[in-house]
């Protein structure tokens, strides 16, 4: 005896219950390219996340015990009328990705090795020795802590694009932060007067880092995966971080007889590059929306006045670590305006308010 069962098209899993997007296409593609073909960034990466208004009829296969989804649209306030859209502008993915984390630690390993050869170390200045032991030191935890933040909210992006964005970025980070410690034990092999646990001890005590410690804290502290995003690319990096690679180490670093720092930071200011690339393609996205992108800007506003505003007073805290090397070759007031100048230029391109001064 035939029974027939009758099953609603939307939630059925039956092969043939619904018809996909594409589905009559001869070029097998399931999704649209953001160029005229699909690159291999979008091959390997559109879709691999599923999503239930795409592909899975059924809904989510597995739930948190709670009830939550695998994925939630709720994990941020920022709001989408199709996150699948962004594509990341380095179309970085994972084979790309170990291929340049393994270039930059060859680079900066050479430059270690040879500095170290011809006896580099012990010709950097005394003064900029105490510098780089208390201070980059202490950077690195800033670092750190990024990574972390950035580690927690790849997890929750609702798009493979947009994980595989933060990923890369959180990588970065914690790469660069063990770029920075295992550099400053290598000057420990040379100078072994360095010591290194000066950089925790002035990262948890010294008042010079205290509010840079509480923006990391800050931006650690929330559980919205774009507003980590956001406040790290967006406020603490420009404000805080190339304020210190750039305007302090790379600038300052050659007049104390020093090469080899500048080389090992340089990385990081590479990193930020791609990262701020990807952030600024994604934030734009979303203020642009033609449903949520008024919404958007407003809650971009105010996480730029929250993280803006305590990075900028994170930096201003920094400015007697200018005065310190006996040769000065930057003044911490032009840094800081060329640094407000470029935040100003991100949030310009994103589509919002400037950071207020």
């Not at 029974?3 to 649209?32: C, L, M, W």
């Not at 996150?83 to 984390?101: G, K, L, M």
């Not at 995966?225 to 406020?235: D, G, H, K, P, R």
């Not at 470029?342 to 589509?351: E, F, L």
């Amino acid at each position: 005896m035939n029974i027939k069962v009758d099953v609603e098209e939307s939630i059925s899993g039956a092969a043939g219950a619904k018809t996909f997007p594409g589905s009559d296409s001869r070029h097998y593609n399931y999704f649209q390219p953001k160029g005229r073909k699909a690159t291999h960034y979008e091959d390997v990466t559109v879709d691999v996340q599923p999503d239930p208004e795409r592909y899975l009829a059924q809904n989510w296969i597995i739930a948190f015990a709670n009830g939550d989804p695998t994925y939630s649209k709720d994990w941020t306030k920022v709001k989408s009328s199709d996150w699948h859209v962004f594509r990341a502008p380095d179309q970085e993915w994972e084979r790309t990705h170990y291929q340049r984390q393994s270039t930059i630690i060859g680079m900066v390993l050479n430059v270690v090795q040879n500095g170290r050869r011809s006896g580099a170390p012990q010709r950097f200045d005394k003064q900029w020795v105490k510098i780089l032991q208390d201070h980059l030191g202490a950077y690195k935890h800033l670092e750190y802590g990024l990574g972390v933040s950035l580690m927690h909210a790849q997890r929750l992006g609702y798009t493979q694009m947009v994980n595989n964005a933060l990923l890369t970025n959180c990588s970065y980070k914690i790469r660069f932060a063990q770029d920075i410690t295992l550099y400053l034990g290598d000057l420990n092999l040379d100078l072994p007067d360095l010591d290194l646990a000066a950089g925790k001890k002035h990262w948890l005590e010294d008042e010079l880092w205290q509010e840079t410690r509480a923006t990391i804290e800050g931006v650690m502290g929330t559980n919205d995966y774009i507003e980590q995003y956001f406040a790290t690319n967006v406020c603490v990096e420009p404000l805080l971080g190339e304020l210190f690679r750039s305007g302090f180490i790379m600038q300052v670093a050659a007049a104390q007889n020093d090469f080899m720092t500048p080389s090992v930071i340089s990385s990081g200011e590479a990193d930020y590059e791609r990262n701020l690339a990807n952030t600024v393609e994604l934030l734009t996205m979303l203020a642009s929306d033609v449903k949520y992108g008024a919404e958007n800007r407003k809650l971009f506003e105010k996480w730029l006045h929250q993280h803006g505003g305590q990075a900028l007073a994170a930096a201003r805290q920094l400015q007697p670590i200018w005065s310190l090397p006996v040769n000065k070759r930057a003044r911490f007031d032009d840094v800081l305006e060329a640094q407000l100048a470029r935040i100003d230029s991100i949030t310009n391109a994103i589509g919002v308010e400037k950071l207020p001064r």
